[in-house]
C-alpha cells in the first residue's frame, strides 16, 4: 500500500514562514497529481495548491504570492511566508497516483498538519 507522511506543521506568528512537507512511500508506480488542502473549524475542506507531474502548478486565489508548492520525487513541499491568522487550518496533502501498471489512478490523503497563525 501507499502511505503518506507530513510534517513542519505548528505555531508561527503572523507574517512568518513555515514550510510543509509530505512524503510518500510505498507501492508507487507513478504519480499524476500532488496537492495540499485545509481545513478550518466549521469549514469545508479547501484546495491550497496543487502540482502535476509535469510542474504545472495552480493556487486558491487566497494564498497566490505567498505560498509555493513544489516537489521532489515522491515527496510535496509547501512553502508558507507572510502567514495570516486565517491561515490557520488543518493541513492535508493529497496524491493522485497509480500503484502499478493498467491501473487505475487513486487518491491518498496524509494524516493532517496543524497550522496555526497567531500573536
Known amino acids: 500500500q501507499v502511505q503518506l507522511v507530513e510534517s513542519g506543521g505548528g505555531l508561527v506568528q503572523p507574517g512568518g514562514s513555515l514550510r510543509l512537507s509530505c512524503a510518500a512511500s510505498g507501492s508507487i508506480f507513478s504519480i499524476n497529481r500532488m496537492g495540499w488542502y485545509r481545513q478550518a473549524p466549521g469549514k469545508q475542506r479547501e484546495l491550497v495548491a496543487a502540482?502535476?507531474?509535469?510542474?504545472s502548478t495552480n493556487y486558491a486565489d487566497s494564498v497566490k504570492g505567498r505560498f509555493t508548492i513544489s516537489r521532489a520525487k515522491n515527496t510535496v513541499y509547501l512553502q508558507m511566508n507572510s502567514l495570516k491568522p486565517e491561515d490557520t487550518a488543518v493541513y492535508y496533502c493529497y496524491l493522485n497516483l497509480k500503484t502499478g501498471w493498467g491501473k487505475a489512478p487513486e487518491g491518498y490523503w496524509g494524516q493532517g498538519t496543524q497550522v496555526t497563525v497567531s500573536s
Open positions: 502540482i502535476t507531474s509535469g510542474d
